[in-house]
């Protein structure tokens, strides 16, 4: 049996709210455990923007897809996500919130209460046409980073202030030259 666009869209947002709960599961353990909890050290290249460009970002939306534009010096890339992505990213960008807190607005209210910065967003990597992003969060003297779609980690930089960079390599072989 064939599964609607609806009904996959209705998965990926249930994978994204586990993938937040558990995001913000692994930040609170150390408040309801009693025990402090241990995360690895990151290798320094998680941390370092070496090799990376900072980037803005605009959204569109045309009939079927939410467009992504994301420039960084003389290049620029477009990719497509999903209307409701850039909705939340266009929401996040010019501060809107409706009457209900959608998943973006959840996860930084759930940051902000757990006192979880967001460090930065980098665009790592594209697999399978596919870009990959990293969301770098840190509470207190713990740093994580996050598997993530790029379009989720935007839409939650926008909402924190934290930077977006993408990885220089990428940004020149994916993106056009704009200058």
């Known amino acids: 049996m064939a599964r609607s666009r609806g009904d996959e869209l209705g998965f990926y947002k249930i994978i994204s709210v586990v993938a937040i709960l558990v995001a913000v599961a692994a930040f609170a353990r150390p408040y309801f455990s009693g025990v402090d909890a241990v995360t ?48 939340s ?5 010019e501060g809107r919130v409706g009457s209900r807190p959608l998943t973006h ?37 713990r740093i994580v980073s996050l598997d993530s779609r790029p379009s989720d980690g935007i839409a939650l930089a926008v909402r924190t202030g934290a930077p977006v960079y993408m990885k220089d390599d990428l940004l020149k072989s994916q ?5």
């Open 89 to 93: 990213i266009a929401n996040g960008q």
């Open 105 to 141: 607005d959840l996860f930084k209210d759930a940051m902000e209460s757990l006192d979880v910065v967001m460090v930065m967003v980098k665009v790592v990597d594209m697999q399978d046409n596919t870009y990959i992003g990293r969301m770098i969060l840190k509470q207190g003297d």
């Open 40 to 87: 690895p050290l990151l290798p320094i290249e998680e941390l370092s923007t070496s090799g990376y460009t900072k980037v803005d970002v605009q959204v569109s939306a045309s009939e079927n897809a939410g467009i992504v534009t994301i420039q960084g010096g003389c290049y620029q890339v477009t990719a497509t996500t999903e209307l409701s992505q850039v909705e």
């Open 175 to 179: 993106g056009q030259y704009v200058c």
